[in-house]
């Protein structure tokens, strides 16, 4: 990888010389040209949800570990996931669409989407599970998507009125 190499050579020019100066520079270059990326993804990936979906539903809070993606969880360390909500949060304004939050301490991972059984505790690295009362098999990720989508979907009926942006059209223009 470039910033690897780049930290090798900077590290290895003597200290105060004027090459280790430029290595240092160059490493700060690399640094930033990641993070522009990142910031990108981030906006090419939320402007796609929201131009694909007409309700979403998140979660304030994704632990790391639940963000699979590699790239993803990448952008979304540097980021951070509730920078990466209000991206939405504005793109779905915008575009007319309804964003749905739920609250970090609902326990979508825990809760077996087939049954509804709750487990008292589910370590972090269980990545799948069986549920005790239904027997069924779940990946950890997607069962907790499953519950989020559909405690979204009750939330946002129960009170769609307030939060659907009236009957506004999505709004032409270009949106990044
Ligand atoms: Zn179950």
Known sequence: MKLAKAQRRHARKQQGSKNRAKARKKVARIHAR????????????????????????????????????????????????????????????????????????????????DCGHMLDSLPLDMRVRTCPECGVVHDRDINAAKNIHAVGLTVFEACGEAVRPGRAKARSGKLR
């Open 34 to 113: 990641i993070a522009d990326r990142r910031r990108d993804f981030l906006h090419q990936l939320s402007t796609r949800l929201i131009r694909e979906n007409q309700t979403i539903c998140v979660e304030t809070l994704a632990v790391k570990n639940m963000v699979k993606n590699h790239r993803l969880a990448k952008a979304i360390s540097n980021v951070g996931w509730s920078e990466f909500v209000s991206l939405l949060s504005y793109k779905a304004a915008w575009y007319g669409r309804n964003l749905v939050k739920i609250d970090k301490w609902y326990p979508s991972s825990k809760r077996c989407f």
